[in-house]
């Protein structure tokens, strides 16, 4: 079985006893860094082999991975913080597992995301995570461009070099909106910056940060301050048939086609 095992983003005590308990029991446990796990493996007394499995070997390491499964041995991802596959090495490996028919499964814990959602004071009740920006400004458009219109609170990762530039880019992408900015999640350091895009700047960049991004505003619909009778002879004025007219209008609406059908029983 391969667990895909969450570790603390800061404070080594957000650990689950399950986590522990599973990574104590496997053979391999497969590091982002093994030098940075170390440090969390020996505070727990956690003696295993360790592999090296990050985004820039996890192509041509997965097939050793599924070998060892298959001989029947227990594996553990571990990453350098949080929670594997979520903007870290993983899912090239649970791709390949899947199309395998290799079963695997997940020990939860912490996620930068979450928590910082939970820090900005945002909307919670919806929300979409989109990590990374890519790293040309014109792909960093055109992906903005796609949730720029969405609704719900909109959360990003940025590493310290990029947050400022970053925090720019969403300015221009999405416009003047609330925002919040975490950096050291549970570590000694930990700060929430709250802020507009239109002026929002990181002073002292260092650290890891987490984005919270309010989500866009509801676009006021051009036919709400029409009653639904008005609303059809709009149509009906511009040379549709009845039925074109209520077809259209239901759609805008978000109604049912029959219940505008008595607004036309009367008309020629």
Known sequence: ?????????????????????????????????????????????????????????????????INLLKEGKNVALITDAGTPVVSDPGNVLTKALSENGIEFTVVPGATACISALLLSGLDASNFTFIGFLPEKKKDKQALLKTYKNVPSTLIFYAAPPDVNKDLKELYEGLGDRRAVAV???????????????????????????????????????AFDNLTELEHINLYLSRGLSKKEAIKIVANERGVSKNSLYKYTINED
């Open 183 to 221: 950096k050291e999640i549970t570590k000694l350091h930990e700060r929430v910056y709250r802020f507009n895009l239109s002026n929002a700047e990181i002073v002292d960049p260092r650290g890891e940060f987490v984005i919270v991004v309010e989500g866009a505003k509801k676009q006021e619909n």
């Open 1 to 65: 079985m391969l667990y895909l095992v969450s570790t603390p983003i800061g404070n080594l005590a957000d650990i689950s006893y399950r986590a522990i308990e599973v990574l104590n029991s496997v053979d391999v446990i497969l590091c982002e860094d093994t030098r940075h796990s170390l440090k969390l493996l020996d505070h727990y007394g956690i003696k295993k082999q360790l592999i090296s499995y990050h985004k820039f070997n996890e192509v041509k390491e997965t097939e050793p991975v």
